[in-house]
């Protein structure tokens, strides 16, 4: 006998995910969740932005990691609210997945915030999978890491939509071809816009922030 | 790897999908299907099934996955390819802004019941 079933294995976190988008509209927030390998410079180039966005722009922080609360005792330095998701209590999971979301923005007072950004768990597979209730997916790539990532890991770079190139003042010091990089990223996603930026020396910050401010404004003049 | 999660909610799928009036059911197959875009290993994916079925209805089942091949389009100039070795630039016009057809697909189709 066969029973027809013809549903989505994922459906339950999409059913979140669309609840969580849902409830981040309503309270007139932009959400970007932020993915890259582990060691791109996800935390340092999000304490850098901050920096330069707040207060203008009011914005709180989720990150995940399986253990430790380094990043959002870093991120906190820079007088955001940040909330810690450590997935070691949920199995030790390598992604954040929607229903971790809920409960953590039930941590942040939502109707005082512009902006959450969500730094998701430093893996460049899993988190490209699941669909959390942002409003845009930011890919973070170093320039320590390979000109061919892109292209090993295609759903990521086809999900985000933008990528940032970090790391750019290391450029002198490594093979890396920064064009290569550039090429390739645009070859999985032909008109991802790509951000080239150094966290430590702030270097090419300006398109990012213009980025992120019009993405938030955008969202608010709609609604 | 996010495989076991995965399968974690494709077994909770399936065993509610059983109807409730069939004493003792075991369950032969389970067609799946999964578009090559999916960071889904199948090796990975059928050890978790594996490990996760073993006092339940669906301990031996078998998975039957339909591989569905990325397919994309060009808004531009409405090209539709097969999308190999990750070039998602269109091979006809080489500027569009380009649609995913399939390839995300990671659906559970149908179970086989043994009568």
Redesign the interface.
């Known amino acids: 006998?066969?029973?027809?079933?013809?549903?989505?294995?994922?459906?339950?976190?999409d059913d979140m995910a669309c609840k969580n988008r849902k409830y981040f509209t309503e309270k007139k927030v932009f959400v970007l969740n932020m993915m890259s390998s582990p060691g791109s410079g996800k935390t340092e180039t999000l304490c850098k932005t901050l920096k330069k966005i707040t207060p203008e722009i009011k914005t709180g922080v989720i990150t995940g990691d399986i253990c430790t609360t380094n990043d959002a005792d870093r991120l906190k330095k820079t007088g955001v609210a940040a909330i810690q998701i450590n997935t070691d209590q949920f199995?030790g999971?390598?992604?954040l997945?929607a229903h971790l979301i809920e409960k953590a923005a039930q941590n942040l007072n939502l109707k005082n915030l512009d902006l959450l950004i969500i730094e998701n768990i430093g893996n460049l597979?899993?988190p490209?999978?699941?669909d959390i209730g942002e409003d845009a997916k930011a890919v973070v790539l170093s320039v320590t890491e390979g000109e061919d990532k892109?292209?090993k890991y295609?759903?990521m770079f086809?999900e985000a939509d933008i990528a940032i190139l970090n790391k750019i003042d290391l450029l002198p010091y490594l093979d890396f071809d920064l064009k290569e990089a550039v090429k390739n990223i645009?070859?999985?996603?032909?008109?991802i816009p790509v951000f080239e930026i150094s966290a430590k020396t702030e270097q090419g910050f300006e398109p990012w922030i213009k980025w992120l401010k019009t993405s938030v404004k955008s969202k608010l003049m709609v609604l | 790897?996010?495989e076991?999660?995965?399968a974690m909610?494709?077994v909770?799928?399936?065993l509610s999908?059983?109807?409730k009036n069939i004493n003792n059911p075991r369950i032969k197959k389970i067609n799946?299907k999964i578009g090559e875009?999916?960071?889904i290993v199948e090796d990975s994916f059928k050890f978790c099934f594996k490990i996760i079925t073993e006092d339940t209805p669906l301990k031996n089942a078998k998975l039957i996955i339909e591989s569905v091949p990325v397919k994309a389009q060009c808004q531009n100039c409405n090209h539709t390819w097969d999308v190999k070795?990750?070039?998602?630039?269109?091979p006809g016009c080489e500027?569009?802004?380009?649609d995913?057809i399939s390839g995300r697909e990671?659906?559970?189709?149908?179970?086989?019941?043994e009568?």
Do not use: Y
């Open positions: 006998m066969e029973i027809n079933i013809q549903e989505k294995i994922l459906r339950a976190n199995g999971d390598c992604h997945a597979v899993c490209a999978e699941f892109p292209l295609p759903l086809q645009k070859q999985v996603h032909p008109k | 790897m996010h076991m999660g995965v909610q494709m909770e799928i399936a999908s059983i109807p799946l875009l999916t960071a070795n990750s070039v998602f630039t269109c500027k569009g802004t380009v995913l990671l659906e559970i189709l149908s179970l086989e019941i009568e």
